[in-house]
């Protein structure tokens, strides 16, 4: 199963990655993510994707619960 389905979030500043990994291992365990290989320092927002839909709506319902 590849991922079909993406989200892009605004997150500002540096390790970006680093940051999404933290959180999404400290709170979102269940849902399989593809990170980029990297990201830039100036960009304001990050894209992941996802594998299904309901993955994603738990994504968004979680990370309005808890900020990065």
């Known amino acids: ?3 079909k ?8 500043g540096g390790n970006k990655l680093q940051r999404v990994k ?3 291992k400290a709170h979102a365990p269940g849902i399989e993510m593809s990170l ?11 894209t992941i994707r996802l594998k299904s839909v309901e993955d994603r709506q738990a994504l968004i319902h979680k990370l309005a ?3 990065l």
């Open 1 to 3: 199963m590849s991922f």
């Open 22 to 24: 933290a959180w999404a």
């Open 65 to 67: 619960q808890a900020p």
């Open 36 to 46: 980029p290989p990297q990201t830039p320092v100036a960009a304001a927002s990050i």
């Open 5 to 12: 389905y993406s989200f892009t979030f605004p997150i500002a």
